[in-house]
């Protein structure tokens, strides 16, 4: 099969595939640093699996293979001092806003030493001095989160945008019509990112949707909509980064839907039992590090060699963070009650001020 009637049958299969093609505001720095942070998004994340296999995670987990390019693409958009929201399937988004693996994977086995000491695990990690302001399991609660940070930058004068990252079953929640409508109502600095794999755990998006296009619905509330090839995150990039200077200039929020295809199970333990696996197959030849790795090397952005040598500094970084997790402690008993609220001085209903 040629080159060409191999593409034509993947956009048969995928119509919003799009060629990678890097804008030429980012120098090939960059895209190598992109490359670097979706590769340790997926090693993360298959190591995430075996781990947890062996019982050295707890509870439960949702991996963001394959969906690489979306958080990186996205959060390469913003600022350091931007903010992000993310959901139960929130690995790729801590990784993609500077997060350290060890701390992480520390979290995910319950240690003292991780993210939130231990308490939050795998759907719960807030990195907040990264502007990563939490992981949820509820789905689409996020999305309030985000409105509650779009509204204190708008208020305090601060040139922050917030990334409200959602899948499309948080599309039918809701909080998620509300928080769209409240952060247009305001004109809120805000950007909803959908991450449309077209699974809401076992049910296909269309089933649960009349209408199966995500954007069309920013019609409704006044702002733009724009939907994107997730396994590119060049086209990611791009469509945020439109809409991160919408909202920084004062026009508002903006809906970016990242359509990809969820080609691994909805959580580790997962057999996709409701769906033909033999149709899933051909998405995998979609994988976005795949992708972007043939891209690097038939722009000459760097040799086999250079992304090799990514590849094996992931590696050592990953197997770290791994021996770090397990060597930290587990949690004394006597801290169970603390963080339950932010430390700091709290003012009483009475006007006074307690701790």
Known sequence: MTEESKQGRLRELFPELTPLEAPPNLSTAT???????????????????????????????????????????????????????????????????????????????????????????????????KGMLGATGIVGSGMPIAVGSGLSAQVLGQDIATLCFHGDGATNQGVWHESVNLSAAWNLPVVFVCENNQYAISCPFDRASRNPDIAERAVGYGIPGVTVD??????????????????????????????????????????????????????????????????????????????????????????????FGKASPEPDSDQLYEDLYAPGTILSPAGGETR
């Open 31 to 129: 895209q190598l640093e992109m490359y670097e942070s979706m590769v340790k998004i997926r090693k993360f994340d298959t190591a995430v699996k075996d781990l947890w296999q062996k019982h050295l995670i707890y509870g439960i987990a949702h991996s963001y293979v394959g969906a690489e390019a979306v958080a990186i693409g996205a959060c390469t958009a913003l600022r350091q001092s931007d903010r992000i929201t993310s959901t139960h399937r929130g690995h790729g988004h801590v990784i993609a806003k500077g997060g350290d693996m060890k701390l992480m994977m520390a979290e995910l086995m319950g240690k003292a030493t991780g993210y939130c000491r231990g308490k939050g695990g795998s759907m719960h990690i807030a990195a907040v001095e």
């Open 230 to 323: 997730g396994f590119n995150p060049f086209a990611v990039y791009g469509a945020v980064s439109e809409a991160v200077e919408r909202a920084r200039s004062g026009g508002g929020p903006t809906l970016v839907v990242a359509k990809y295809f969820r080609y691994v199970g909805h959580f580790v333990a997962d057999d996709q039992s409701y769906r033909d696996l033999d149709a899933v197959e051909p998405w995998k030849e979609l994988e976005p590090v795949g992708r972007m790795r043939e891209y690097l090397l038939s722009t000459e952005a760097a040799t086999e060699e250079e992304l090799a040598a990514i590849e094996e500094k992931v590696d050592a970084e990953l197997a770290a963070a791994i021996e």
